[in-house]
């Protein structure tokens, strides 16, 4: 079973600066790979597909790269909406998904 | 607009069964993949079920082999969860989930979920 390791556990970053967040899969997983946000008490959304493509209305702010092993969701210009936690998830043994733990990206 | 909406949750006994249904609308169901996710109190994500656009493929996590029956009408544009012997591992959120329609990997739609309570 591959297993995803997001780091870090928690980010505490200012408005306006930069977020970069990591999920490193356990084998290769090629480009299977999605990014979600989840606030409290909601149910995730869809920010990046096949590890780079941006779904439907998310801004330009978010962007995600990698492949085989090492991904990375980055965020630029945080916003104070913005907080909430990360969460990557695999589909590399179709049409089975798994999920990383998640990361908490707190705005102060 | 896309609206995924999960009904049939509840406090539920060790043992016992519940079926959840999620009723879609503002796409046309069943050109699309759909799945069960389902996030207990606390904590991370975990897929349950796939069910392909037609009901021929279909998948389950280990976890819940077994126990757990997916499907799905195409004309009612409605999806099903029939979960037996229960046990209190099971008690979380679950979500209705639709694969996006072009991705290898993603869910682009969510309903807000349903809560299972499996506790005597």
């Known amino acids: 079973e591959i297993v995803l390791t997001q780091s870090p556990a928690t980010l505490s970053l200012s408005p306006g600066e930069r977020a970069t967040l990591s999920c490193r899969a356990s084998?290769?997983?090629?480009?299977?790979l999605a990014w979600y946000q989840q606030r409290p008490g909601q149910p995730p959304r869809l920010l990046i597909y096949?590890?780079?493509n941006r779904a439907t209305g998310i801004p330009a702010r978010f962007s995600g790269s990698g492949s085989g092993t090492d991904f990375t969701l980055t965020i630029t210009s945080l916003e104070p909406e913005d907080s909430a936690v990360y969460c990557c998830q695999q589909r590399s043994n179709w049409p089975m998904y798994t999920f990383g733990q998640g990361t908490k990206l707190e705005i102060k | 607009e896309v609206q995924l909406v999960e009904s049939g949750g509840g406090l539920v006994q060790p043992g016992g069964s519940l079926r959840l249904s999620c009723a879609a609308s503002g796409f046309t169901f069943s050109g699309y993949s759909m799945n069960w996710v389902r996030q207990a109190p606390g904590k991370g994500l975990e897929w349950v079920s796939y069910i392909s656009t037609v009901g021929s493929t279909i998948f389950y996590a280990d976890f819940v082999k077994g126990r757990f029956t997916i499907s799905r009408d195409n004309a009612k544009s409605s999806l099903y969860l029939q979960m037996n012997t229960l046990r209190a591992e099971d008690t979380a959120v679950y979500y209705c989930a639709r694969d996006h329609y072009s991705a290898v990997a993603g869910i682009d739609s969510w309903g807000q979920g349903t809560l299972v309570t499996v506790s005597s």
């Open positions: 096949d590890a780079s």
């Open positions: 084998q290769s997983v090629s480009s299977s």
